[in-house]
């Protein structure tokens, strides 16, 4: 067999089982559960979609906001200290200066130490929020893989090809938003 010949008997072959499998894959959607060994969901999408994900992001977005407003309002202060440490120059004599200039640069290093460490702190908690949300609907996601008879869900994110008849994604967020009283 040449080569165009197979490559043709592979597309035939392939079109054959799309067209073949579509009115199954739209089958299992109708009933609402999809039957396959491999599911598909979007992690990002269910925390982004799901009300119990967007109040987690709602808190931590309070909790940077909070940090913002606080580095501001240092900052402002840190300044105005500044300025006034600039005037007293004229005032004191270099050694005093010196001292004073040296606490003056030990208390913004430390204050930006502590910032620094609250953002990172933060991000952490952002992360941690994250585990926390997977780890909180995970029974729902085993749940939805028994019914559909799955063995395995796989994060779409890594996927290149797929048929989208395996993608829980939308029953997912559904079940995941009337489990934790969002409707």
């Given at each position: 067999?040449?080569?165009?010949?197979?490559?043709?008997?592979?597309?035939?072959?392939?079109?054959?089982?799309?067209?073949?499998?579509?009115?199954?894959?739209?089958?299992?959607?109708?009933?609402?559960?999809?039957?396959?060994?491999?599911?598909?969901?979007?992690?990002?999408?269910?925390?982004?979609?799901?009300?119990?994900?967007?109040?987690?992001?709602?808190?931590?977005?309070?909790?940077?906001?909070?940090?913002?407003?606080?580095?501001?309002?240092?900052?402002?202060?840190?300044?105005?200290?500044?300025?006034?440490?600039?005037?007293?120059?004229?005032?004191?004599?270099?050694?005093?200066?010196?001292?004073?200039?040296?606490?003056?640069?030990?208390?913004?290093?430390?204050?930006?130490?502590?910032?620094?460490?609250?953002?990172?702190?933060?991000?952490?908690?952002?992360?941690?929020?994250?585990?926390?949300?997977?780890?909180?609907?995970?029974?729902?996601?085993?749940?939805?893989?028994?019914?559909?008879?799955?063995?395995?869900?796989?994060?779409?994110?890594?996927?290149?090809?797929?048929?989208?008849?395996?993608?829980?994604?939308?029953?997912a967020i559904v079940r995941i938003n009337n489990r934790h009283g969002y409707v």
């Amino acid at each position: 067999m040449t080569g165009q010949r197979m490559v043709r008997l592979t597309r035939a072959l392939a079109t054959a089982c799309l067209v073949w499998a579509a009115p199954l894959a739209a089958h299992a959607q109708d009933l609402g559960i999809v039957q396959s060994d491999i599911l598909v969901v979007d992690a990002d999408r269910l925390f982004a979609e799901t009300a119990f994900g967007r109040q987690m992001t709602a808190e931590l977005e309070q909790e940077r906001d909070a940090l913002i407003a606080r580095n501001r309002e240092l900052e402002a202060r840190l300044e105005a200290e500044e300025q006034t440490l600039t005037e007293l120059r004229a005032e004191t004599s270099p050694q005093e200066f010196r001292e004073l200039a040296d606490a003056f640069d030990t208390k913004v290093q430390t204050i930006r130490a502590e910032s620094e460490r609250r953002a990172r702190d933060l991000e952490r908690k952002s992360n941690q929020a994250r585990l926390k949300f997977m780890q909180t609907v995970e029974p729902l996601l085993i749940d939805i893989m028994q019914d559909a008879g799955a063995t395995v869900i796989m994060d779409g994110r890594g996927i290149l090809l797929r048929a989208g008849a395996i993608d829980i994604t939308d029953n997912a967020i559904v079940r995941i938003n009337n489990r934790h009283g969002y409707v």
